[in-house]
């Protein structure tokens, strides 16, 4: 099995910066792309970012393109998400997810997900 533990959430206000963070565990060879996903209160999930194993595909949802970025150190067995220019509308739980399928399309529907953390966006 695969573990993800997801940090870095909080409150900011909106405008402001978090890097979210999530460390993986266990059987972490079989985690190929990895992304994450949100949900906001009344909301249904939705995708955020991806990024391939060896970092040289990303992709994001509309909604955060030009503000955040996403990386990896599969050394450390991390993954990144920098969130800038935050606005209320992305107040949420972001879930931190690894899929054991290469490439893209990221899937909707990834092997593994984390607990979650909130990020909390003051206006």
């Known amino acids: 099995q695969v573990q993800l533990v997801e940090s870095g959430g909080g409150l900011v206000q909106a405008g402001g910066s978090l890097r979210l963070s999530c460390a993986a565990s266990?059987?972490?060879?079989?985690?190929?792309?990895m992304g994450w996903f949100r949900q906001a209160p009344g909301k249904e999930r939705e995708f955020v970012a991806a990024?391939?194993?060896?970092?040289?595909?990303?992709r994001f949802a509309d909604s955060v393109k030009g503000r955040f970025t996403i990386s990896r150190d599969n050394t450390k067995r991390m993954m990144y998400l920098q969130m800038n220019s935050l606005k209320p509308e992305d107040m949420a739980i972001y879930y931190c997810?690894?899929?054991?399928?290469?490439?893209?399309?990221?899937?909707?529907?990834?092997?593994?997900w984390g607990q979650g953390t909130q990020v909390t966006v003051s206006s």
């Open positions: 997810t690894g899929d054991r399928r290469l490439g893209f399309p990221y899937s909707l529907a990834p092997d593994y």
């Open positions: 266990g059987r972490v060879l079989s985690v190929y792309s």
């Open positions: 990024i391939s194993w060896s970092s040289t595909g990303t």
